[in-house]
C-alpha cells in the first residue's frame, strides 16, 4: 500500500475537481461533475490491473465520499503498520534456574563434607536432596550409593568390634575379611584382622 494519491500526489485530504483521479492503492477512482458522461472500463498499468470507475452524483455527496475513503485508507495504513511493528518481547528469564542450580551445589558440596568425615547417613540425605530437584544428576547418585555401601562396611567394623569385646575373635576376623580394598575401612580392617588372630593365638597357646 502507497498510500492515497490525488493527482498522483500523495494526500490526507483534498478538494477535488471534476476529472480527478483518486488512488488507493492500486485502485483508481475518477471524481466525476453531475451532469458528465458516466463510464466503466478496466485498463492495464505496468504492475498491476486498474479499475477506473466513473459514476455521476451530486458533488457535496461525493466529496464526503472521497473523504471518507481517504480517511478508511489511512487508517488502514495505519493498523497495517502498527501490525508490522510490534514491539520485541523480552526474553523469559527462567528466576528459577539459578536458584537450582545453587541448591544442587550446596547439597552436593554438604554431602562431599560429610562423606571425608565417615558420616554416611548425612551425606545419604544430602545427596538425596540433590536427587530430588535434579533426579538425573550422575554425581549425586554415585556418591549416595557410595556412601550407603561405606555405611554397610561401618556396620561390619561395630560388628567386628562387639563380638571381639566377647571374646568371639573367629567371628570379627571372618567378618573383616568381606570388606573389600576399595572401602577406607579396608586398611583398618586389615589392622583389627592381625590383632584378632593375635589374640585368637594367645588364647589356644593357653
Given at each position: 500500500?502507497?498510500?492515497?494519491l ?18 488507493i ?26 479499475v ?18 481517504i ?6 495504513i ?7 511493528s ?12 539459578p ?18 568425615s ?9 545427596f538425596?536432596?540433590?536427587l ?11 556418591m549416595?550409593?557410595?556412601a ?7 556396620e ?11 571374646g ?8 573383616l ?11 583398618m580392617?586389615?589392622?583389627?584382622i ?13
Amino acid at each position: 500500500m502507497n498510500g492515497v494519491l490525488v493527482g498522483k500526489t500523495k494526500v490526507r485530504e483534498a478538494i477535488l475537481a471534476s476529472g480527478m483521479e483518486i488512488q488507493i492503492g492500486d485502485t483508481i477512482l475518477r471524481y466525476v461533475e453531475r451532469g458528465e458522461v458516466v463510464s466503466l472500463k478496466k485498463k492495464e498499468s505496468k504492475d498491476n490491473a486498474a479499475v477506473e470507475f466513473i459514476k455521476t452524483v451530486p458533488k457535496p455527496i461525493l466529496m464526503s465520499l472521497s473523504f471518507f475513503v481517504i480517511a478508511l485508507a489511512l487508517l488502514f495504513i495505519t493498523s497495517g503498520n502498527d501490525k508490522g511493528s510490534k514491539p520485541e518481547q523480552p526474553a523469559v528469564v527462567n528466576s528459577q534456574k539459578p536458584i537450582k542450580e545453587n541448591s544442587i551445589n550446596l547439597y552436593l558440596n554438604n554431602g562431599m563434607h560429610f562423606m571425608n568425615s565417615a558420616s554416611w547417613n548425612e551425606a545419604i540425605a544430602e545427596f538425596r536432596k540433590v536427587l530430588s530437584v535434579d533426579p538425573d544428576n550422575f554425581e549425586a547418585g554415585a556418591m549416595k550409593e557410595k556412601a550407603e555401601t561405606e555405611s554397610g562396611y561401618q556396620e561390619i567394623m561395630e560388628k567386628a568390634a562387639n563380638d571381639a569385646a566377647e571374646g568371639k575373635m573367629k567371628e570379627a576376623v571372618l567378618a573383616l575379611e568381606k570388606i573389600p580394598s576399595t572401602s577406607v575401612y579396608y586398611d583398618m580392617a586389615g589392622e583389627e584382622i592381625v590383632m584378632y588372630q593375635e589374640m585368637l593365638n594367645t588364647v589356644k597357646q593357653d
